[in-house]
């Protein structure tokens, strides 16, 4: 009888999470967006930023330097301009930081404090999920002597969420949302 019990609770568990993952039908919004992506023509702004919770951030904290309404590990970013822009090849990188750098001996980048880069990426490659429709961009650049690793999954409703891995930073993701490049904002100066 246990054995029965047990068998049924775990096909209703099986049941359950299978049904969980629908397939997602495309809509003229998620039509819109992966047409954004293959014509490398679009901007992401963030509103909130996730950095790693660390000592070196419960002290920022303390000592009242976060914006209102942020904590550790949810920092607020309205009002705070930031970018990702992708610009045919190139990208622009633009993004706030707040979490810890780790210096390497004899290595140290002025980078005012953020995320800053503009160029050609080493590399850029984008994966859908078919079934999600979401889409998923891979992106590694160098600025000097960092490297900054990025994922950025752009989802079906324009929702964006972003994770930077760096060679010198902690890892921090930022979420906000993606929308296509302005005439202003289609402009490329080197």
Not at 50 to 77: C, D, E, H, R, V
Not at 127 to 134: H, I, P
Request: net charge positive; aromatic share 10%.
């Amino acid at each position: 009888m246990r054995v029965l019990v047990f068998i049924f609770i775990i096909s209703g568990f099986f049941i359950g999470c299978n049904s969980a993952r629908k397939t997602i039908e495309p809509t003229a919004k998620s039509k819109a967006l992966e047409a954004m992506i293959a014509n490398k023509e679009f901007i992401i702004e963030s509103d909130w930023m996730y950095p790693q919770p660390t000592s070196s951030m419960n002290a920022i904290a303390n000592s009242g330097l976060l914006p209102p309404g942020s904590t550790t590990n949810n920092i607020s970013l309205i009002g705070n301009p930031n970018s990702l822009k992708v610009h045919g090849d190139s990208i622009t990188l633009d993004l706030p930081f707040y979490g810890e750098r780790r210096l390497s001996s004899g290595q140290y980048g002025g980078n005012n404090g953020g995320i800053v880069f503009k160029g050609i990426p080493d590399r850029y490659e984008v994966t859908k999920d078919e079934k999600r429709q979401r889409h998923i961009i891979k992106f590694t650049v160098k600025n000097n002597s960092e490297s900054y690793q990025g994922i950025i999954t752009l989802y079906p409703n324009w929702n964006s969420n972003i994770v930077i891995n760096s060679t010198y930073l902690t890892t921090v993701q930022y979420r906000g949302m993606v929308s296509g490049l302005e005439a202003d904002d289609a402009v490329v100066t080197n």
